[in-house]
């Protein structure tokens, strides 16, 4: 571990003002962010005393070997850029708020020609509103009810494109609760204005629908049609169930966002209540692990900065007040940025008292269960965890804690379709975000040991290239302007999307899937690209004994090993993870058409023939004229493919003999 007086800044060259800092490691990445109102008094926090600081802060410390800052002109700057950084470099040492369980939505699909009603779980789709979350339970209910009303489609991409080729709809057109826009009983623009509605009603506007049935009824009674007035009755009462399913709890005119936290010296637990049109809509909840010694008011900042960065545009506008339990210490500059997010005026405050105090504390007692729920759930896997690292380090005699392991594995059937895959685990958690994949080719796909090193070269040759280029970029005069300017750019268009963080830091452990042969294999990639601080082992299946380069014995771990289960767990997903790509592969090598080898026709261009002519027979029979109508292809690439085909039939096929499949007799021709 580093010693922070070897990295320590003078106090001098710490400016005063404002600004955004970052802790790098040994290897470059970003392990914390974090911003300040004076840079010079927070940096010098980390050194005065490092024995002094929380047990995570004193790891943080010593886990950096640099830091650098970069000056903002106020604190909503400093606000915009920290959360910036964080959502593009992920920190393992920041404050993350991770959803204690995965709470479904109801998504509708506006993006799509017919819009799709469908429960979605998960990362947000563009084009798709989302209304929650629910409960599993009552999103199924109030889907299957609504439906009744608003006949928004319902089913997947394959029924309907079954249901337009054969005219016929599924059951749900049968039985009304599809407009079967499949089979044109409703047109494309109708259908729109049905999910328009769905998403009104779901929005909060269910007295207009309500007011317009009831005259709607009043008028078929009028008319004496008693069953179109039952039929519209029903429907009322529909639509009246799910809107009353939800308690009153808030003026009628009150939407709001209802935070808090339960916390212990650990952990906390977040809970929220969404309240639209004075009733509540959705729950959701969070748990983070604290790293420094972080205040309530800290905590809500971030947790606001965590929950409308990422989903505020995408769920719709942001309500009009966001209630907390303390007041975060840069609430002015919080409630402007959200304002700018949702485009009209949020108000962050504390409620005192009243209803909204009174709703407060019964969030509070949600995020108290929560966080002892979420104990008694983690104690075991966190125990665990740390022993099964603990054990196989000193198991394997290793000077470091085992922050990353990847392990690799090959797969192929009898040498064909060759591929590797890798997997990460961080803290003893898989990171499937790091996952690769490796399509292995020529001479290195001869035998197994020759597609491991093949694939570690490649992968450590991917590290060694971005070490060089940022310390090529380092030695550039102006590079610290540089990155001042880029961030001056994010502050000033905090909408530009962050770019994919990269995973090309080492592990600590690199562990194959095979015995000896396999790990002297990996072994000597490494040693080619000259990298030295990464040990490697081999887990065989045979015995699960685990082989050290160059060694003529392997190391056995007890059976009852929490170490040896967690290298198994890890090779099992390895090779989990490389069979399902080698299918993948596999299948693909077996669907072959005869597009296939007309030169210069990709892929996309091959199915934007086919969508335009339906069969490759269509294709050969047109002119090159024709084929032009087809997108992405040009008069150049027309001519090809007419000459292609040409030459395909102009070559005779060889004659084969006549055979009677009932002797099997070969018969003369």
């Known amino acids: 571990m580093a010693n922070p007086a070897s990295y320590r800044p003078q106090t001098g060259e710490i400016p005063t003002n404002p600004g955004v800092y970052r802790f790098r490691d040994p290897h470059g990445r970003v392990i914390y962010v974090g911003k300040a109102k004076n840079l010079r008094s927070r940096l010098n926090s980390y050194f005065a005393n490092p024995a002094g600081l929380l047990p995570k802060t004193h790891a943080m410390v010593h886990t950096a070997s640099s830091v650098e800052w970069t000056v903002v002109g106020s604190e909503l700057e400093s606000l915009q850029l920290e959360y910036t950084w964080i959502k593009e470099f992920k920190p393992r040492f920041n404050v993350m708020f991770r959803d204690d369980k995965s709470y479904p939505y109801l998504a509708v699909t506006m993006g799509e020609k017919y819009p799709r009603v469908q429960v979605l779980r998960g990362d947000r789709r563009k084009g798709t509103r989302y209304f929650g979350p629910y409960t599993a339970g009552a999103i199924r209910e109030t889907m299957d009810t609504l439906l009744r009303v608003f006949p928004v489609r319902s089913c997947s991409a394959g029924v309907f494109k079954r249901a337009e080729a054969s005219g016929r709809p599924c059951l749900l057109g049968y039985i009304d609760k599809c407009s079967a826009p499949c089979v044109g009983r409703i047109s494309p623009d109708d259908h729109r204005a049905l999910a328009e509605d769905f998403c009104a009603f779901m ?309 194959v899937d095979g015995g000896k042969p396999q790990v002297n294999a990996a072994a000597k990639a490494l040693a080619e690209l000259g990298i030295e601080d990464v040990y490697v082992v081999g887990l065989a299946k045979r015995l699960e004994e685990v082989w050290l380069p160059d060694s003529d014995f392997p190391v056995i771990l007890p059976r009852a090993s929490a170490g040896l289960y967690l290298l198994q767990r890890i090779r099992d997903e390895a090779h989990r993870f490389a069979i399902s790509f080698h299918r993948q592969k596999r299948g693909k090598a077996m669907t072959v058409s005869a597009l296939d080898s007309v030169p210069g026709l990709g892929e996309y261009k091959r199915k934007a023939l086919l969508n335009q002519f339906g069969s490759v027979k269509n294709i050969k029979a047109a002119s090159a004229e024709e084929l032009t109508a087809a997108k992405g292809i040009g008069p150049a690439l027309a001519a090809a493919i007419v000459q292609h085909f040409s030459a395909d039939d102009g070559a005779a096929a060889p004659a084969l003999p006549a055979v009677n499949m009932t002797t099997g007799e070969m018969l003369e021709t």
């Not at 790293?291 to 009009?320: A, F, I, K, S």
């Not at 550039?476 to 300017?485: F, S």
């Not at 750019?489 to 600590?508: I, L, S």
């Open 203 to 511: 929005g909060g506007e269910a007295k207009r629908f309500v007011s317009r049935l009831e005259k709607d009824m009043a008028a078929a009674v009028a008319e004496l049609d008693y069953e179109r007035a039952a039929r519209v009755r029903d429907d009322i009462v529909a639509l009246k169930k799910v809107f009353e399913r939800n308690a009153v709890v808030l003026a009628e005119d009150t939407d709001a966002d209802v935070f808090a936290l339960h916390e212990d010296e650990l952990e906390a637990a977040v809970q929220v209540f969404h309240v639209r049109g004075g009733r509540i809509r959705g729950q959701r909840g969070w748990v983070v692990e604290k790293v420094e010694d972080t205040t309530t008011p800290d905590l809500v900042e971030h947790l606001l900065q965590q929950v409308y960065g990422e989903e505020g545009e995408v769920q719709g506008r942001l309500p009009r007040e966001v209630l907390v339990p303390e007041e975060p210490s840069n609430a002015e500059e919080l409630a402007q940025w959200l304002s700018g997010l949702r485009g009209a005026r949020v108000d962050v405050r504390v409620p005192r008292r009243g209803d909204k105090a009174t709703l407060l504390s019964t969030v509070r007692d949600n995020a108290e269960h929560a966080l002892k729920l979420h104990k008694s759930r983690r104690a075991g896997d966190l125990t665990m965890r740390s022993q099964a690292l603990q054990e196989l380090q000193e198991a394997l005699d290793l000077p470091d804690a085992l922050m990353r392991i990847e392990c690799y594995d090959i797969s192929h059937v009898q040498g064909t379709n060759v591929v590797g895959s890798m997997v990460v685990v961080e803290d003893g958690l898989p990171k499937k975000s790091d996952y690769r994949k490796f399509s292995v080719t020529g001479a290195a796909a001869n035998d197994d040991t020759a597609a491991m090193h093949d694939v570690l070269t490649r992968r450590f040759r991917h590290y060694l290239e971005d070490q060089a280029a940022q310390a090529a970029a380092a030695a550039k005069p102006g590079h610290q302007a540089a990155l001042d300017a880029a961030a001056e750019a994010v502050v000033a268009d905090t909408t530009t999307a962050a770019p994919r963080a990269k995973f090309a830091y080492p592990p600590n452990l690199v562990v």
